[in-house]
Structure formats: C-alpha cells, structure tokens
C-alpha cells in the first residue's frame, strides 16, 4: 500500500536506463567467456541489486547523463568529405553569422524605438500599454529566432488568455522561452540571472508580468507562491508558463516535476517541446558556458529545427495529490516528446543528496541484503 503524498518510482522506470555494464568492457573481453572456477563479472554484481546500481553509477549513471550534452558524429574524416566541411565552415562564420547579427540587431533597434515610448508615455493608459507591450515582445523574440534560422512548428491550438490556467513544459534552455513566447506573450517564473540577461528581466519582461526567484533565497518560495496564486485569478493576466523541471535537461530526458505548478486550483495545459539536433544541440549547460555563448553557437550553426505540441488542458482527478498530478502530466510530456522519464530531482545538480534521499538507498541495500541471508 503507498504512503499518499509521496511518489512511487516503479522498478521499471528506476531500470529504465540503466546502463548496460558490457557495453562499457574492453573489446573482447566478454564477462561471459571467464574459465569454469573463477569469479565472472555477472556474479559479483549479482549479489546486490545495490552494488550492480553503485557500478552503473560509477560508469554512466542516468542522472549525470540528463546534464551532459552529446557532441555530433564527426563526418569530415576523410579527403573527400573535409573540404565540403571547410565550405560549411566558412558559409556559417563568414556569411550567415554577420548576416544573423544584422538581423539582430535591426530587430534590437525597431523594438527599443517603439518599446521606450509605449512604456514611458502611456502610463495613464496600462491596457494600451500592455498590449503593445505584448505584441513587442513577441516581435523581439521573433527576431531572436530568425538570428538562429529557427525552423519552428507549432501543434495544436495557440494558446489564449484565460484565468485559473497555467502552461507547463519541459525545459532544455533558456530559447524554450523565446520560441514560446514569439508565439504567445507568456508570463514566465525563471531564475534570476546576472548580466544583461538580468537587465533584461528586471525591465523588458516584466512589463508582461515575468516572475523572478533565486534558488539560495528560502523566503522566495514563499513570495513567488503567492505571486503564483494571484496571476493565475487575474483575467487580464498574461497566460503563466512554468517550467516545473526547475533546471535545463538535454532534451533526451525528464526529470521529476516540481508540484508547485500542480497546487494552483487550476488547470494545466502541458506543452512538449522537442528539438532535432540534426544541426545543432540546442541544450543549454549553465555550468560550463555562458548565455551568450549558447546563443553564438546557435546563431554559427545551419538551423535550429524544433517542434512544439500544445497538448489538452489537465485537471486534478478526485484523490489525486500534486505529486501524482505532476506525474500524470510528466507522463504526457515524455510520451508526446519521445523524451526518457528518471526519478530524479533535477535540483541535485546544484545540492548534495539529501538525508532521506541516501536512508532509502541505506534500506534498499539492508532490505536486499537480509533477502540473500534469508536465502542461504
């Protein structure tokens, strides 16, 4: 019987992408092909499902590989092939980067000569002002993904303002937010960022009712909670959009949703967001490069290819808790998206296991144990 309230992570889905430990042997050197008598690989990682799981872990465990970002095949291993990569080389650096930028920056000029003036001089007039605001937005961020080439389609109805809804969809980098928002004007929650990203959050998108928070500050929940709770009742409020992840994952996986978004009364309206990396890996790893980075490297590749699904709205089912809402629709993400489930937290990137997290794999292992003792 489960304990409500808490998630239950099923054997298959923990089995899910564990990694196949022979794959990773020296060639030739098959576990299977030991002489009779002597101790065979398999039958040391068959005395605990704990030790075969600390082995798999040690050589490519599924929580690293949700963060790690999957360089391209190399093609251009021989004489034929490398001159046509140098060609490729040159096109992408010398003629579509200038003109990208070019495009970029004509959209930076169209929209600071019309957004300073709409913010500034029409204060005695806020739904004037936030509809043009809106719309501005969605221009910029349209000019955003034409700097990248951006091959963008859209699934399903274009989503609408309404009271009690909020949009949820997985997360891979922080352009998921300009692709959706070049289409509708979201008010998204997003981590604070220094530079002129966080210029641009404390100005420009606040004028569409952006919510910032800061994972090191505990009193943030608090706030943005209640933030949450009073956008989602406001009719004039643009559609909120969560990105209940709480961190980029590489668009192979999901990790466990954050139930805050499920604890709002309202209905959830799951968006899946799946990129082809036939020309450039669109996942964001904050740890090792900078925002501007990412986007440079987006705008010296071909294209980024993607596609967005507007899936059915979701209420919560009688008797059902916020962990197990969040599930369902982590659930409907993953299967739409073809993207892999783990049951993991994606904040353990930024923090170590915690206490409870390590008594269960403490009680796994002693349950595991006492079962091989019962046998004997």
Request: with cysteine; net charge positive.
């Amino acid at each position: 019987m489960s304990v409500p309230g808490k998630l239950k992570s099923s054997s298959s889905e923990l089995d899910l992408d564990r990694p196949n430990l022979e794959d990773y042997l020296p060639s030739g050197a098959s576990i299977q092909q030991e002489p009779d008598g002597n101790l065979r690989l398999r039958d040391l990682l068959d005395i605990s499902p704990a030790l075969a799981e600390a082995a798999g872990a040690i050589i490519d465990d599924s929580f690293t590989r949700c963060f790690k970002s999957n360089p391209p095949e190399p093609w251009n291993w021989n004489i034929y092939l490398f001159p046509l990569w140098c060609f490729g080389v040159v096109i992408r650096y010398f003629v579509l980067f200038p003109a990208r930028v070019l495009v970029l920056t004509i959209g930076w000029i169209i929209f600071l000569s019309a957004f300073i003036p709409v913010h500034f001089l029409l204060k005695g007039h806020e739904k004037l002002r936030k509809n043009l605001e809106r719309c501005l937005v969605e221009l910029m961020c349209s000019f955003f993904v034409a700097s990248w080439t951006g091959v963008v389609k859209y699934h399903g109805p274009k989503p609408s303002m309404r009271p009690k809804q909020v949009f949820v969809a997985n997360h891979t980098s922080m352009i998921d937010f300009i692709i959706l928002e070049q289409m509708t004007a979201f008010a998204v929650i997003m981590q604070k960022h220094p530079g002129w990203v966080g210029l641009l959050q404390k100005t420009i998108l606040e004028s569409v009712g952006c919510i910032w928070f800061n994972r090191s500050e505990s009193k943030d929940r608090e706030i943005v909670a209640k933030k949450l709770r009073d956008h989602v009742v406001g009719p004039d409020n643009n559609p909120l959009l969560i990105f209940p992840e709480g961190t980029c994952v590489n668009n192979h996986y999901t990790v466990m949703f954050k139930k805050g978004a499920f604890e709002l009364g309202c209905s959830v309206c799951p968006v899946a967001i799946k990129y082809n990396k036939i020309f450039v890996d669109a996942f964001w790893n904050s740890r090792k490069q900078s925002f501007t980075m990412h986007l440079l490297q987006l705008m010296t590749s071909w294209a980024v290819v993607c596609d967005v699904w507007y899936l059915e709205p979701e209420n919560m089912k009688p008797g059902e808790t916020a962990i197990e809402f969040a599930e369902r629709v982590r659930d409907i993400i993953s299967v739409r998206a073809g993207l892999k489930k783990v049951p993991w937290d994606g904040y353990l990137k930024y923090s170590r296991p915690s206490p409870k997290h390590r008594e269960r794999k403490q009680q796994s292992f002693a349950e595991s144990m006492l079962r091989r003792l019962e046998e004997k």
